[in-house]
T-cell receptor, first 117, second 115 residues
Framework: GAGVSQSPSNKVTEKGKDVELRCDPI?????LYWYRQSLGQGLEFLIY????????KSGLPSDRFSAERTGGSVSTLTIQRTQQEDSAVYLC???????????????FGPGTRLTVL | KQEVTQIPAALSVPEGENLVLNCSFT??????LQWFRQDPGKGLTSLLL?????REQTSGRLNASLDKSSGRSTLYIAASQPGDSATYLC??????????????FGKGITLSVRP
């Protein structure tokens, strides 16, 4: 079946512009995660959606970052007034979101490489 | 705050060698631990997931062990092949209530298997 998809795969923008990154999770997965991977750094958690619960935004680095998940499926990560330090690969993952041995596995998309000039 | 460490950052071995990748974490209150593989320019692929109550998981040539009390996990790769060349990341999920389910990742070990 189809995995997690993300678009665009690459995005080059100018400092100060807003960008939107899209994630389509695996159908039926109620949990969705955004991560950021900067050069030489590990993956950094950004935000987590679980069903209709309030999202866990504890990883968002500043108020320029926001994310939505419409209809419990597609999610959009928005970065306003982009800065050069926002350059990174933004990864989205989804999981079934229920407890149990195999259902906690997170399945990752290919990522969006963002370059801020 | 949970910290996950993977040392060394890079490893180069000849084809056919059995090898062990290490992962350590500071807070033993984990729900599970997951090993991922990342190929250059790609997303992450889940390899093995070990629940906190388990000691190990196996998949093909891969075996992952977990010693929660000492804060350590190892990924054992048998009879390594050039196709195993990638970055291997471990990640832990905390025991929490509510909506928080974020993974804390190590920085990964970049493995190169020489033909």
């Amino acid at each position: 079946g189809a995995g997690v998809s993300q678009s665009p795969s690459n995005k080059v923008t100018e400092k100060g512009k807003d960008v939107e990154l899209r994630c389509d999770p695996i159908s039926g997965h109620t949990a969705l995660y955004w991560y950021r991977q900067s050069l030489g750094q590990g993956l950094e958690f950004l935000i987590y959606f679980q069903g209709n619960s309030a999202p866990d935004k504890s990883g968002l680095p500043s108020d320029r970052f926001s994310a939505e998940r419409t209809g419990g499926s597609v999610s959009t990560l928005t970065i306003q007034r982009t800065q050069q330090e926002d350059s990174a690969v933004y990864l989205c993952a989804s999981s079934l979101g229920t407890s149990g041995m195999s259902t906690d596995t997170q399945y990752f998309g290919p990522g969006t490489r963002l370059t801020v000039l | 705050k949970q910290e996950v460490t993977q040392i060394p950052a890079a490893l180069s071995v000849p084809e056919g060698e059995n090898l062990v990748l290490n992962c350590s974490f500071t807070d033993s209150a984990i729900y599970n631990l997951q090993w991922f593989r990342q190929d250059p320019g790609k997303g992450l692929t889940s390899l093995l997931l070990i629940q906190s109550s388990q000691r190990e998981q196996t998949s093909g040539r891969l075996n992952a062990s977990l010693d929660k009390s000492s804060g350590r996990s190892t990924l054992y790769i048998a009879a390594s092949q050039p196709g195993d060349s990638a970055t291997y990341l471990c990640a832990v999920r905390p025991i929490v209530t509510g909506a928080n389910s974020k993974l804390t990742f190590g920085k990964g070990i970049t493995l190169s298997v020489r033909p």
